[in-house]
């Protein structure tokens, strides 16, 4: 018999917000099912969630359908760093794309409501500067970020089309760059990689002129805005930008890594992966206004205690994983294009 306990399906939730979202859901008091096929997840994640009775775990791809009953859906099943989401990239479209359609039908089954993990990828290479919900982007169809992009464009339009055609609720959430403590130290985006590479004596690696910028959001900061949307009323579907107008270049941020950390192993610069956009910074007035949320965490303070959880994993004399630190994970068949002189 059903409890009082609201029951939420977290997809992705082995993964680096899943597990924070899944851990916070649960502090509330709900009933929570996480579902991941491991892909970029990891049991470890969510190994100090598994002796709570109101926790479950399975083993499952979103592509294929999957039968709860539910009252909430996060979506958040697709790996989000580049490397890992072009490994695969047929994969990843069908994680966006029948991922969503396979969430909204259970939605659609079960009356329950259903939170969108999209993306600031969204806007593409933008035009705009920084990017109001407004902005419609500035996406290449056809490149090597395009599995990602388009898929997470097209899981937003199936999000607005259950809800005209069929009345589901839905929130769509457009994340910007977050980073804090389960980021993968082989996870290949640009936080992690920084503070492995210092930690671990290795030059860190700026791909381009590092001349390009990312706005960063800490985790915790990140999953409030999450629980906060998804606990807005039926009218509110979105979509909202969550994440730091702090804006940095990736040079910039190398510099206050290096400066935290004590490297003296400098820089190594690679070439600009194509289609890497050149600046990204979210408008927030909207968050602020339906949310009444705004990001606390400065990157001053995100940045050491993500270094704690890295220092914490990493043996003294040793890399993490299989992590190539050497490169960053970008991998050598990377198709480049020629950094821009200046921005
Ligand atoms: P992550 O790679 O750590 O987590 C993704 C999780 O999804 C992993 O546990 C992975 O194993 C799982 N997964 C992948 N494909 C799956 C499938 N087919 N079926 C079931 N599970 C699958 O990444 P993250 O940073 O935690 O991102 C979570 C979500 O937030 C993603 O949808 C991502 O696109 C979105 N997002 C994240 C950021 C960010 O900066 N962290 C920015 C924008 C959007
Ligand atoms: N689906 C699912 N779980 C459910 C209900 C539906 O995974 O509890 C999947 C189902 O396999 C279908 C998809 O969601 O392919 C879309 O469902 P919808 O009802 O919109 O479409 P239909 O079943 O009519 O094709
Ligand atoms: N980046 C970098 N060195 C790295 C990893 C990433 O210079 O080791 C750059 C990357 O080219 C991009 C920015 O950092 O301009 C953010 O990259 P990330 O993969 O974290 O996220 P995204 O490009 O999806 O915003």
Redesign the pocket.
């Known amino acids: 018999m059903r409890g009082l306990r609201t029951r939420v399906l977290v997809?992705?939730g082995?993964?680096?917000?899943?597990s924070h979202l899944c851990e916070r859901l649960l502090g509330e008091g709900n009933n929570v099912i996480c579902?991941?096929?491991?892909?970029?997840?990891n049991k470890d994640n969510v190994a100090h969630l598994m002796r709570d009775p109101n926790f479950e775990i399975l083993r499952?791809?979103?592509?294929f359908p999957l039968y709860v009953e539910v009252d909430e859906i996060y979506n958040?099943?697709?790996?989000?760093?580049p490397i890992?989401y072009q490994h695969d990239p047929v994969q990843t479209t069908k994680?966006s794309v029948h991922?969503a359609i396979n969430m909204l039908g259970l939605a659609k089954r079960t009356g329950a409501k259903l939170l969108q993990?999209s993306?600031?990828?969204v806007y593409g290479n933008p035009l705009v500067h920084p990017q109001p919900e407004q902005y419609w982007g500035h996406v290449n169809p056809i490149g090597i970020r395009s599995c990602y992009d388009e898929g997470?464009r097209c899981a937003e339009t199936l999000c607005f089309d259950y809800n005209r055609q069929h009345g589901i609720r839905i929130k769509v959430m457009r994340?910007?760059?977050?980073y804090g403590p389960r980021m993968?130290p082989d996870d290949g985006r640009v936080v992690s990689n920084f503070i492995v590479q210092a930690l671990s004596g290795k030059p860190i690696t700026i791909y381009g002129s590092g001349g390009q910028s990312r706005s960063f959001c800490y985790v915790d900061d990140l999953i409030e805005g999450m629980v906060r949307l998804m606990n807005t009323d039926d009218t509110i579907t979105g979509p909202v930008n969550i994440g730091n107008p702090g804006e940095f270049t990736v040079r910039q941020l190398a510099e206050m890594v290096i400066e935290m950390t004590g490297s003296e192993a400098g820089i190594q610069y690679m070439p600009l992966p194509e289609d890497d956009p050149l600046q990204r910074q979210p408008d927030i007035a909207l968050a602020k206004r339906l949310l009444d949320w705004t990001p606390t965490v400065s990157i001053k303070e995100g940045l050491p205690r993500t270094m704690a959880y890295f220092r914490a994993l990493m043996t003294p004399d040793d890399d993490v994983g299989t992590f190539d630190a050497d490169t960053g994970g970008l991998a050598e068949p990377v198709r480049v294009v020629d950094a821009p002189a200046a921005l």
Request: proline share 3%.
């Open positions: 997809t992705g082995a993964g680096f917000l899943g579902v991941d096929n491991f892909f970029t997840g499952h791809d979103v592509t958040l099943a697709c790996p989000a760093s890992h994680t991922g993990a993306t600031s990828e997470k994340i910007f760059n977050t993968r």
